[in-house]
T-cell receptor, first 112, second 116 residues
Framework: QKEVEQNSGPLSVPEGAIASLNCTYS??????FFWYRQYSGKSPELIMS????GDKEDGRFTAQLNKASQYVSLLIRDSQPSDSATYLC????????????FGGGTRVLVKP | KAGVTQTPRYLIKTRGQQVTLSCSPI?????VSWYQQTPGQGLQFLFE???????NKGNFPGRFSGRQFSNSRSEMNVSTLELGDSALYLC???????????????FGEGSWLTVV
């Protein structure tokens, strides 16, 4: 079992719709959770971080964390063609350190 | 506020050569991590430095090494390059030591290494 798992996609959504991305992780004591967006040929760009159970909203993005289920998700509302990218879920361990463990990424395609 | 700066951005090396990549973290950040990204393996952690000390190391051969200087700038070195080392090498910086919530991690634009 991979430490961080994501559906590779592609997740195809029409413009204006909600894109829902899921991520599960195996280390129960993981502390911090991140969603990065990566365009082809570019580096990962941080779009959301979440540290405690519940929802966190930032503009069109909402991250949801459920530590009991070891599950973190990302919702993109009013999806735009510019949201077409690979979305990477990453977690850090419970022990000290900033080591990120990444999922394989979900490719999102927003169709006009 | 400047972001994470990596140099060089692009480089081509020959098998057997060595390469040194440089990273300047965000001002005030003391933690620097390095990652390798390839199409087949995805993003993989190489190592992390905090206050000049290596704290974590990924599962890479000893040909991959790094260091951090007193000004938090970091370098990574790959010796005896192999074709499989062709990848995007990413540096990330963060403010604190980690291990708790609220420690955000930012990436630089990366260094594209091609080994021929």
């Amino acid at each position: 079992q991979k430490e961080v798992e994501q559906n590779s996609g592609p997740l195809s959504v029409p413009e204006g719709a909600i894109a829902s991305l899921n991520c599960t992780y195996s280390d129960r004591v993981s502390q911090s959770f991140f969603w990065y967006r990566q365009y082809s040929g570019k580096s990962p760009e941080l779009i959301m971080s979440i540290y405690s159970n519940g929802d966190k909203e930032d503009g069109r993005f909402t991250a949801q964390l459920n530590k009991a289920s070891q599950y973190v998700s990302l919702l993109i509302r009013d999806s735009q063609p510019s949201d077409s990218a690979t979305y990477l879920c990453a977690v850090t361990p419970g022990a000290a350190g900033n080591k990120l463990t990444f999922g394989g990424g979900t490719r999102v395609l927003v169709k006009p | 506020k400047a972001g994470v700066t990596q140099t060089p951005r692009y480089l081509i090396k020959t098998r057997g050569q060595q390469v040194t990549l440089s990273c300047s973290p965000i001002s005030g950040h003391r933690s620097v991590s390095w990652y390798q990204q390839t199409p087949g393996q995805g993003l993989q952690f190489l190592f992390e430095y905090f206050s000049e000390t290596q704290r974590n190391k990924g599962n890479f051969p000893g040909r991959f090494s790094g260091r951090q200087f007193s000004n938090s700038r970091s370098e990574m070195n790959v010796s005896t390059l192999e074709l499989g080392d062709s990848a995007l090498y990413l540096c990330a910086s963060s403010l604190g030591a980690g291990g708790n919530s609220g420690n955000t991690i930012y990436f630089g634009e990366g260094s594209w290494l091609t080994v021929v």
